[in-house]
Nanobody, 115 residues
Framework: QVQLVESGGGLVQAGGSLRLSCAASGNIFSLVSMAWYRQAPGKQREWVATITNDGSRGYADSRKGRFTISRDNGKNTVYLEMNSLKPEDTAVYYC?????????WGQGTQVTVSS
């Protein structure tokens, strides 16, 4: 069983920055890829970024250059640094891990960007 707890969301003005954190329980963290997704009101959940266990990163095109995913295996935590935020970045942000065929999700953290 893997438990994920996100934090760091909040209200920020357009152009501002936020750093989200996702803490994972269990002893598998260093073995797995971690991902961030987001879901805006009335829209489907969409992929934001992934970081593999060896630190390789991938981003959805619209987030490249503004968002940075990182991880600290010693703290079992994955981060999402978000800069130059836009109102369209407003969403609930979730972290996710796939392990042995199962997907695990956190409860999400709300990010609201005002114009």
């Amino acid at each position: 069983q893997v438990q994920l707890v996100e934090s760091g969301g909040g209200l920020v003005q357009a152009g501002g920055s936020l750093r989200l954190s996702c803490a994972a329980s269990g002893n598998i963290f260093s073995l797995v890829s971690m991902a961030w997704y987001r879901q805006a009101p009335g829209k489907q959940r969409e992929w934001v970024a992934t970081i593999t266990n060896d630190g390789s990163r991938g981003y959805a095109d619209s987030r490249k250059g503004r968002f940075t995913i990182s991880r600290d295996n010693g703290k079992n935590t994955v981060y999402l640094e978000m800069n130059s935020l836009k109102p369209e970045d407003t969403a609930v942000y979730y972290c996710e891990v796939s392990y042995l065929g199962d997907d695990y999700w956190g409860q999400g953290t709300q990010v609201t960007v005002s114009s």
